[in-house]
């Protein structure tokens, strides 16, 4: 489809009552917006395929859906720093910013950088970006050793306390999903969540107690990344020597 094309058919399927919905239900405050839900989106970047171009026309037309339909169709290997900081300062609600960060900058060679800048920042959805950098990581990178991920706990340590919903949820999301990616990675999350649970912040003792309730269930999803190292024995063996 062309641009043209796609911008004509993004209109026709709007409808405003969906975007009243969206905010009533799940708290998506976008500004020019259609009314299209995510799943019809994802259906139209299928269509469309990789189009690094066509997703910067998009995103500049500046509706909204264009935008999410943007990170659905650039190739994360093609991502800059100017992009990456051209769009997170766009981010308005936390739909938008996950469709990002977990589709296409958790996937680049920079999320890790970025995760780690971004966990800085002061603006509410650039922060939520670093730390859903770091839990769509976890999965994206399937071979990254613990250290890559054990860097992360004391920038979540030092964020817990941020009271912010879209923060602390993905502070939370990002302790959990580390703690998920293999049984030593496990151990190192509990510790760090019973740290945070010393601080006094409401956020903390929240973000800590959600985490070792699953964490140390025994029904956890234990993930074993990376596969060759935990569901190798004799790896195992090695990696724990």
């Given at each position: 489809m062309t641009f043209e094309e796609i911008i004509s058919k993004l209109h026709k399927l709007g409808e405003s009552d969906k975007i009243v919905l969206k905010e009533k239900k799940f708290g998506i405050i976008s500004n020019n917006s259609l009314g299209i839900y995510h799943k019809d989106l994802k259906e139209i970047a299928k269509e469309i395929g990789r189009d690094n171009e066509l997703a910067n026309r998009l995103f500049?037309?500046?509706?909204?859906e264009a935008r999410i339909l943007c990170s659905k169709i650039f190739n994360p290997k093609d991502l800059t720093e100017i992009l990456m900081e051209k769009w997170v300062k766009t981010f308005e609600n936390w739909e938008i910013c996950d469709s990002f960060c977990m589709g296409l900058f958790a996937k680049s060679e920079l999320a890790v950088l970025k995760a780690l800048e971004w966990s800085l920042r002061t603006r509410e959805f650039e922060k939520r970006a670093g730390f859903v950098?770091?839990?769509a990581y976890c999965m994206a990178d399937k071979k990254a050793?613990?250290?890559v991920f054990e860097q992360f706990l004391p920038i979540i340590k030092r964020e817990a306390n941020d009271d912010r919903i879209y923060v602390k949820k993905a502070v939370n999301w990002a302790l959990r999903n580390i703690g998920k990616r293999n049984t030593d990675l496990n151990e190192k999350a509990i510790e760090t969540a019973n740290e945070i649970l010393k601080l006094e912040s409401k956020s903390a003792k929240w973000i800590a107690?959600?985490?070792i309730r699953e964490l140390e269930s025994k029904n956890v999803n234990i993930l074993d990344y990376p596969r060759e190292i935990y569901r190798n024995p004799v790896a195992n063996m090695v990696h724990k020597s």
């Amino acid at each position: 489809m062309t641009f043209e094309e796609i911008i004509s058919k993004l209109h026709k399927l709007g409808e405003s009552d969906k975007i009243v919905l969206k905010e009533k239900k799940f708290g998506i405050i976008s500004n020019n917006s259609l009314g299209i839900y995510h799943k019809d989106l994802k259906e139209i970047a299928k269509e469309i395929g990789r189009d690094n171009e066509l997703a910067n026309r998009l995103f500049d037309s500046g509706i909204y859906e264009a935008r999410i339909l943007c990170s659905k169709i650039f190739n994360p290997k093609d991502l800059t720093e100017i992009l990456m900081e051209k769009w997170v300062k766009t981010f308005e609600n936390w739909e938008i910013c996950d469709s990002f960060c977990m589709g296409l900058f958790a996937k680049s060679e920079l999320a890790v950088l970025k995760a780690l800048e971004w966990s800085l920042r002061t603006r509410e959805f650039e922060k939520r970006a670093g730390f859903v950098i770091i839990a769509a990581y976890c999965m994206a990178d399937k071979k990254a050793n613990n250290k890559v991920f054990e860097q992360f706990l004391p920038i979540i340590k030092r964020e817990a306390n941020d009271d912010r919903i879209y923060v602390k949820k993905a502070v939370n999301w990002a302790l959990r999903n580390i703690g998920k990616r293999n049984t030593d990675l496990n151990e190192k999350a509990i510790e760090t969540a019973n740290e945070i649970l010393k601080l006094e912040s409401k956020s903390a003792k929240w973000i800590a107690k959600d985490a070792i309730r699953e964490l140390e269930s025994k029904n956890v999803n234990i993930l074993d990344y990376p596969r060759e190292i935990y569901r190798n024995p004799v790896a195992n063996m090695v990696h724990k020597s």
